[in-house]
């Protein structure tokens, strides 16, 4: 299982500090959210803080892009240092415009995913999963932190398992919100490759028995 503990979380008055106890922790990800303040409510922050986080670690940059109009942005974050982004399927207007998000970052030599929000319906991104390295199953709504996990994304975990398997796809599959042990255990079951955690790694007392326990 690959954990990839959210930045979002981290105490970003120290957060070189952070970094480092990630990693000697045992993550081998760091997952990187961008909120735009118009594809969901809330802002993070950009491409210029992942340059920086860039420059301090070696571990792999997992980049979630909630916002509109990903195109726009995406060589700003791939030369940031980015090592796979993920965009919103609901931000894309239709079919035809997600396959060119996915081919831009396919071009630009580094991995691409796709990420659904919770009443998103599994089945929208059936017909680009091939092309995919990557998918994030959205088990809380976008763009905010600390929220509970929802059931419902097991299903979804589990049917992708199916059609990547049967497919024989190289595609993994990301699970973001509300993670904890208990709830990391449930996805790592339903088939799920990484899990992304936020306030329950940074929060814990001891990282790496977090980090462990969700492994």
């Given amino acids: 299982m690959i ?5 979002l979380s981290a105490n970003f008055a120290d957060l070189k500090t952070d970094i480092k106890k990630i990693e000697e922790g045992g993550a081998s990800w760091l997952h990187y959210d961008v909120m735009d303040g118009h ?7 950009g491409y210029s803080i992942l340059g920086d986080v860039r420059k301090v670690t070696d571990l792999f940059l997992d980049v979630h892009l ?5 195109k726009k942005y995406l060589n700003d974050f791939i030369k940031a240092g980015a090592d796979l982004i993920t ?11 997600v396959k060119s998000v996915i081919t831009e970052i396919k071009n630009q030599g580094i991995k691409a995913g796709i990420s659904i929000k919770p009443n998103t319906d599994v089945e ?7 092309d995919l390295d990557l998918v994030l199953v959205m088990s809380v709504e976008p763009g905010f932190g600390g929220q509970s996990f929802m059931p419902k994304a097991i299903d979804k975990i589990k049917t992708l398992r199916n059609w990547i398997d049967q497919g024989k796809m190289e595609c993994l599959i990301e699970v973001d919100g509300g993670i904890n042990e208990e709830t990391g255990k449930q996805c790592k079951e339903a088939g799920a490759d990484v899990l992304v955690a936020g306030s329950y790694i940074f929060k814990h007392e001891n990282t790496k028995e977090a980090i462990e326990s969700l492994k």
């Fill in 3 to 7: 954990i990839s503990p959210s930045v």
């Fill in 124 to 130: 929208a991104i059936k017909p680009v999963l091939a």
């Fill in 87 to 97: 965009f919103h399927y609901e931000s894309c207007d239709d079919l035809d415009q």
């Fill in 39 to 45: 594809f969901v409510p809330n802002i993070s922050f």
């Fill in 66 to 70: 909630m916002i509109s109009d990903p």
